[in-house]
């Protein structure tokens, strides 16, 4: 069983590593989760000694697999949690990351599988993100970012890439709900705003930011 804090260094150890490959760097970790270098190196000595990490000298350190499979864990938890909050207890989108980050930290495992079964099996929470399965497979995305479709080109809305509740809180502002159709009007060379229509009848014009920000299958 992992402490909450080692499943908080796992979970942002695996999401570095997502984004920027397999070495993770101390001082990307420390930006990461605010903390000081020298706290994170004590960590993560620790978290090498249980062989949750391995380190490479100078170039950084990697979750094991051990590792990886505790942090998909901790991941399916937050997302389940996010679907039931939503789903279940009329939570809005922006409201639940925070709650999620609490309840992941229980340990029972039997309670996450009755919760998985509960809920129907769910593969996406409600901002879109996959949420892996009881052997830590994630179901395979066609998505892409909306700010790499042309003019012309429509889909689905299916995920964000930004989970901010700012973000979220915009995206209802302007009426932009997971399913919806998007389709590119245009989009303007000058400043790169892009003119949608969502769910074929109203037009809204977005930043570049934003298109790079909503996930889209085509």
Do not use: C
């Amino acid at each position: 069983m992992h402490s909450s804090a080692e499943e908080n260094y796992l979970k942002a150890i695996y999401k570095l590593q997502e984004a920027n490959g397999e070495l993770v760097a101390t001082s990307a970790l420390a930006q990461l989760l605010g903390i000081h270098m020298a706290s994170v190196t004590d960590m993560l000595k620790k978290m090498s000694t249980k062989k949750l990490v391995a380190y490479q000298k100078s170039k950084g350190f990697k979750l094991t697999e051990k590792g990886r499979l505790a942090a998909i864990g901790i991941i399916r938890k937050h997302r389940l949690w996010e679907v039931f909050l939503v789903d279940k207890l009329g939570f809005r989108w922006d409201e639940v990351h925070d709650i999620a980050e609490q309840l992941e930290h229980i340990h029972s495992q039997d309670l996450i599988d009755k919760l998985d079964a509960y809920l129907d099996f769910p593969k996406t929470d409600p901002h879109g993100d996959p949420i892996p399965d009881a052997k830590g497979v994630f179901a395979i995305s066609k998505s892409v970012l909306l700010a790499a479709l042309s003019p012309g080109s429509q889909g689905k809305f299916t995920g964000v890439t930004d989970h901010s509740s700012a973000f979220l809180n915009y995206l209802d502002k302007i009426g932009l709900s997971l399913g919806d159709t998007v389709k590119v009007k245009e989009v303007e060379a000058f400043d790169k705003n892009y003119t949608l229509l969502l769910k074929g009848k109203k037009s809204v014009v977005v930043s570049f930011k934003v298109a790079n920000s909503l996930l889209i299958s085509e």
